[in-house]
């Protein structure tokens, strides 16, 4: 049985983290295989879907506030944060949003790598370094390729 503080995530949300990185990995190498006309509206879609992301990273703190309001506050605006950061990434030029956006994810990981502990949930640390890595990582060759 999984106490709080064993909590790791199962196979399904594994497969469904891995999944959600196929938008970054895809249009990162759509970029390198797309013709140049078409490079902008691929890295938009990135973009598109790293904020999304980013927001949703974002959002997870707003809903472990929930569970504890009091003295939460600035898990209430760490929760709001990550969704400004990104719609400001979409209102820049695409390749500093890309970068931006990159900065974003290991920004939200090094927070969350603070927070978590507090509620029980480091177990899902691993899996989001993973994610991180590559959906940043994604967010840089996008941003390298339209600059080249």
Do not use: K
């Amino acid at each position: 049985m999984n106490t709080p503080s064993t909590q790791r995530p199962n196979a399904a949300v594994l497969a469904l983290g891995y999944a959600g990185l196929l938008p970054f990995v895809g249009c990162a190498v759509a970029m390198h295989l797309v013709a140049a006309e078409q490079q902008g509206r691929v890295l938009y879609a990135l973009l598109s879907y790293g904020a999304t992301i980013v927001s949703f990273l974002g959002a997870i703190h707003w809903g472990l506030a929930m569970r504890e309001p009091h003295n939460r506050t600035l898990t209430w605006v760490w929760g709001v944060l990550p969704s400004l950061v990104a719609w400001l990434a979409l209102l820049l030029p695409p390749v500093l949003g890309a970068y931006v956006l990159a900065a974003a994810l290991w920004t939200c990981l090094a927070v969350d790598r603070q927070v978590y502990p507090r509620f029980a949930l480091q177990g899902w640390l691993p899996m989001r370094l993973v994610l991180t890595c590559i959906a940043s990582a994604a967010c840089v060759l996008g941003a390298v390729a339209l600059a080249a």
